[in-house]
């Protein structure tokens, strides 16, 4: 079982940029995907990036480009790194933990997730 704190979030103007991080306590970390997944006011939670275990990342197909996940197994923690940030990314931004080898759009598979950060973007 693995207790996920993520911490990072604020509120910037477009194009600026953010880096969250996430704190794993628990064991057999490097055992999970690890992912950022974002739910804005009114809508589904959805996938931003994940990391698998073997450490390829996958991405929502506006993050591309823009956000890059890693992770640290040493030290069990996640990052995601935020640049060129637009209004739409606004949301709270969750860390969560899942099956081995998972992509960004299995968030349903996933077990375990933080209490989240909120990111505000501003035009």
């Known amino acids: 079982q693995l207790q996920l704190v993520e911490s990072g979030g604020g509120a910037v103007q477009a194009g600026g940029s953010l880096n969250l991080s996430c704190q794993a306590s628990?064991?057999?970390?490097?055992?999970?995907?690890m992912g950022w997944f974002r739910q804005a006011p009114g809508k589904e939670r959805e996938g931003v990036a994940v990391?698998?275990?073997?450490?390829?990342?996958t991405y929502e197909g506006s993050a591309e480009g823009r956000f890059t996940i890693s992770r640290d197994n040493s030290k069990n923690a996640l990052f995601l790194q935020m640049n060129n940030l637009k209004p739409e990314d606004t949301g709270m931004y969750f860390c969560?933990?899942?099956?081995?080898?998972?992509?960004?759009?299995?968030?349903?598979?996933?077990?375990?997730w933080g209490q989240g950060t909120q990111v505000t973007v501003s035009s």
């Open positions: 990391i698998d275990g073997d450490s390829n990342p």
């Open positions: 969560a933990a899942g099956p081995f080898y998972s992509t960004y759009d299995d968030v349903k598979n996933f077990q375990y």
């Open positions: 628990g064991d057999l970390y490097y055992s999970y995907s």
